[in-house]
């Protein structure tokens, strides 16, 4: 079976709105000082966005770059939602790192958690907009 590549990224989206829910569940797990079962949302759902990231959207923003993208105001957002979201992952891998003792934290650690979250939501806003902008 063939997918074409709409198919490809609603099915992306799909999976987008899913961890969306899982990042909603974890702020709320962290917010209640469930800290050991926040971790094993985001130690699920982070993994999962980086296959997303593998297998849709790295080849389509390449895509993108090599055939040209709609505009340079899309070509800007493309490579600032691709920047933060792998400033978010280094993020993410530095805050495990931490709590697997494996280093010492540089600055707070809440700190570091609250800019990941804000960082995954400015990529997800960006990452809908860009959508809509294609698909729309």
């Known amino acids: 079976m063939s997918f074409d590549i709409k198919t490809i990224a609603e099915i992306n989206l799909g999976v987008q ?34 296959l997303a990231i593998l297998a849709v959207m790295q080849p389509s923003m390449n895509g993108y770059l090599v055939h040209g993208t709609p505009g340079p105001l899309f070509r800007a957002e493309m490579l600032a939602h691709h920047f933060i979201g792998l400033v978010f992952v280094v993020l993410w891998v530095y805050i495990n790192l931490i709590f697997l003792k494996y280093l010492r ?32």
Do not use: D, E
């Open 105 to 136: 934290p540089r600055f707070k650690i809440k700190t570091a958690m609250r800019l990941a979250l804000a960082l995954w939501v400015l990529s997800l806003v960006m990452g809908f907009h860009m959508f809509m902008s294609i698909y729309a």
């Open 17 to 50: 709105l899913l961890l969306t829910l899982a990042l909603i569940g974890a702020v709320y797990l962290a917010k209640n000082k469930k800290f050991g079962n926040h971790c094993k949302v985001m130690r699920l759902t982070v993994p999962v966005q980086i």
